[in-house]
């Protein structure tokens, strides 16, 4: 994922890998579709913002063919290491935050759970909207973090010690620059950012116990643990929110994904 120093889930860490392998589950089918509805194909010049494990990256490059491009961008490139090797498929390292980016250069720009951790979203939307050529398109998939009831509970207190981990979760990735609503916001900023047929759609599904889905939560717990005690969580709370969401017995609404999409003039 690209984004700044600050960033709460360090792409550095021995979590990440997880972070990714969850998410690709749960998600790349939501990207593959969406993205072949938009029209990608043969010949098309593409960007990847944030490949993390590369897998929509190398999804693109099979899409976009020998006469096509791929460039995938990650703050920590090294989990795409084990991609296969293709003519079309370039890896660079790249913070969105800060580094430029070719203008007037692709005809696809396709981010996921990027710009909602990086402070400066707006600054980097422009960079992204100006490296768009004239007719290309910008899809983001992005969460809204703030819808996630749970669904079935196994235990009194089960889901308020849910609530409470994610509360804590939450808390951290705000104040390291997150905006944990940004797939709603989303929208405006497209249009803001001077594109035109913006759209957008939601997928959410349910999470129990065990699930990808689940891991996803485990994972970012193990990663942020040390601050999520500061938050006031305990050790003995956070093992058992560890053992919930092994549970099949708990259920878990997903983040709604919102990909939202426009086309530069």
């Given amino acids: 994922m690209s984004g700044t120093s600050g960033y709460a889930f360090?792409?550095?860490?021995?979590?990440?890998?997880g972070r990714f392998d969850a998410l690709e589950?749960?998600?790349d089918p939501v990207t593959f579709a969406r993205l072949?509805?938009?029209g990608v194909g043969v010949g098309m010049r593409c960007l990847e913002l944030g490949g993390g494990g590369g897998s929509v990256a190398g999804w693109l490059a099979d899409r976009v063919g020998p006469t096509g491009s791929v460039l995938v961008t990650d703050i920590e490139p090294r989990w795409m290491d084990g991609l296969p090797e293709r003519g079309n498929l370039h890896v660079l390292r790249h913070d969105i935050s800060t580094d430029e980016l070719p203008e007037d250069e692709f005809d696809l720009i396709h981010a996921r759970l990027v710009l909602l951790h990086v402070p400066e979203r707006l600054a980097a939307?422009?960079?992204?909207v100006r490296a768009l050529r004239p007719g290309g398109s910008l899809v983001l998939d992005e969460f809204d973090c703030?819808?996630?009831?749970?669904?079935?509970s196994p235990w009194p207190g089960a889901a308020e010690l849910f609530e409470k981990m994610h509360d804590a979760v939450m808390g951290v990735v705000t104040r390291a620059g997150a905006d944990i609503h940004w797939g709603l916001h989303a929208y405006a900023a497209l249009r803001g950012a001077g594109l035109v047929g913006v759209a957008s759609s939601t997928y959410a599904e349910s999470w129990r116990g065990g699930s990808?889905?689940?891991r996803l939560?485990?994972?970012?717990?193990?990663?942020l643990e040390g601050r999520l005690v500061e938050e006031g969580l305990t050790e003995e709370q956070l093992d058992r929110c560890l053992r919930l969401l092994d549970d099949p017995a708990f259920a878990v609404n997903s983040y709604p994904l919102i990909t939202t999409w426009?086309?530069?003039?």
Avoid at 10 to 17: K, Q, R, Y
Avoid at 125 to 128: A, H, T, W
Avoid at 146 to 152: D, I
Avoid at 217 to 223: A, C
């Fill in 212 to 214: 990808p889905g689940s």
């Fill in 146 to 152: 703030g819808y996630v009831p749970v669904l079935a």
């Fill in 125 to 128: 939307l422009d960079r992204l």
């Fill in 25 to 27: 589950t749960c998600y």
């Fill in 10 to 17: 360090d792409n550095t860490s021995e979590h990440a890998g």
């Fill in 36 to 38: 072949t509805e938009l």
């Fill in 217 to 223: 939560h485990q994972v970012n717990m193990r990663q």
């Fill in 262 to 265: 426009g086309r530069r003039p």
